[in-house]
């Protein structure tokens, strides 16, 4: 239609929610699916968070909270971010947003405008890209590879700088592959960042999810001066299993966060009341709940990983981070889409196409389900690619 905006016309729909809801299709009409392309963990939300948010109703807390959230949930935020990260915030500087998703837009929308671009490493998180055309920016991709672990260099970064770079994106530990930034790694393109004043986006909603010996670290803790160039985006919705509670925030400079406050004021107004009770309790009382989830995650991570390790025709990276293993299909010869289109037809597997991430030649698969479900979705992919 003319009426649509050509803005919105540049917008491609996610493929991960229409792989997830093609195969919740499939499911309702009785047929078996081995779902390996969810983006959330199957565990509930722990009771004393849901308690906490029914308390909250109970007392009467339905009604409209200021737009960067309850003071009490903001302060917890503060808090948590100085004694986990090591960053001092103002709670002031804290924007509780509806979800991790919203987080990113707000930012996104707060520092970017027409004319400016974004560097965001490829594999890319499927909505970072839609998010800053929206914004009426221009996403500027640079493609790492799996002998790089998927990160981007600092030579890659300042090779692709222009005078009109406003922000660059780093997702770590990332989604779809897995991959966790060390310290250095950070500093070394912090220093690049530093160079032309870009805004660093640090999209941290995995940081309770790493493994073995990996260790997670913000970037805005590594100097005042990376601190000054730094939103950071976290959530609840992965490591408290709390994706439909949409509970997400920011922390920013001053100047950054109130802006995305005044964005936030005029779109959603805040995050729903009840559920920032809830998000409260989390941080209050969540650490024995986020150390089992890692180590089951930790258990399918290895396990996944040892069965792709063992397929042939294909080639995987040990993730780091997060749930998912981005399985390079090039071998194979069939395009992304189709591939996943095969695989969940014929062989009742869902995956997700490597070319929403912007790797065509790859698909995702993650792990946030059961040992059996993975065990027999792992055996089918296994045939088809035996069959390929």
């Not at 009426?3 to 491609?12: F, L, Q």
């Amino acid at each position: 239609m003319d009426s649509i905006s050509s803005r919105v016309n540049k917008v491609v729909p996610s493929l991960t929610l229409s792989v997830t809801n093609q195969a919740k299709a499939m499911k309702a009409r009785g047929e078996e699916v081995y779902g390996l392309a969810g983006g959330e963990p199957d565990q509930d939300t722990p009771d004393f968070i849901k308690q906490a948010a029914i308390q909250a109703l109970n007392d009467g807390k339905t009604k409209y909270t200021p737009a960067s959230g309850i003071p009490e949930l903001r302060e917890a935020i503060a808090s948590k971010l100085n004694t986990d990260n090591g960053i001092e915030y103002d709670p002031r500087q804290i924007v509780v947003n509806s979800g991790a998703k919203q987080s990113c837009f707000n930012a996104i929308l707060a520092v970017c405008e027409e004319g400016d671009e974004v560097i965001i490493p490829s594999p890319y998180w499927v909505s970072y890209p839609e998010m800053v055309r929206l914004a009426g920016a221009e996403p500027v991709f640079v493609e790492t590879t799996a002998e790089n672990n998927w990160k981007i260099t600092p030579e890659q970064f300042e090779e692709n700088m222009t005078g009109r770079t406003k922000m660059i994106i780093l997702n770590t530990p990332g989604n779809p592959t897995g991959s966790v930034y060390t310290a250095d790694e950070l500093r070394a393109l912090g220093d690049v960042a530093l160079y032309e004043d870009i805004i660093i986006l640090a999209d941290e909603i995995y940081e309770h999810l790493v493994y073995g010996d990996t260790k997670h670290t913000s970037i805005a803790s590594l100097g005042k001066d990376l601190y000054d160039l730094t939103i950071t985006v976290n959530g609840f919705s992965k490591a408290y299993s709390m994706t439909g509670w949409r509970v997400g925030y920011t922390a920013a400079p001053k100047p950054i966060a109130e802006a995305m406050s005044k964005i936030q004021g005029h779109t959603t107004s805040n995050a729903t009341t009840f559920a920032q009770y809830g998000a409260l309790a989390a941080l209050e009382g969540g650490k024995d709940f986020i150390r089992d989830l890692n180590a089951e995650y930790d258990v399918r991570r290895q396990f996944v990983y040892g069965r792709l390790s063992a397929i042939p025709n294909i080639k995987v990276t040990e993730p780091q981070g997060a749930f998912y293993c981005l399985v390079d299909t090039e071998q194979i010869g069939i395009k992304s889409v189709n591939l996943c289109d095969k695989l969940l037809n014929r062989y009742r597997v869902a995956a997700v196409p490597g070319i929403a991430f912007g790797h065509d030649n790859s698909i995702r698969l993650s792990y946030c389900t059961t040992l059996d479900v993975l065990n027999e979705g792992l055996s089918r992919f296994e045939e088809f690619c035996k069959a390929h």
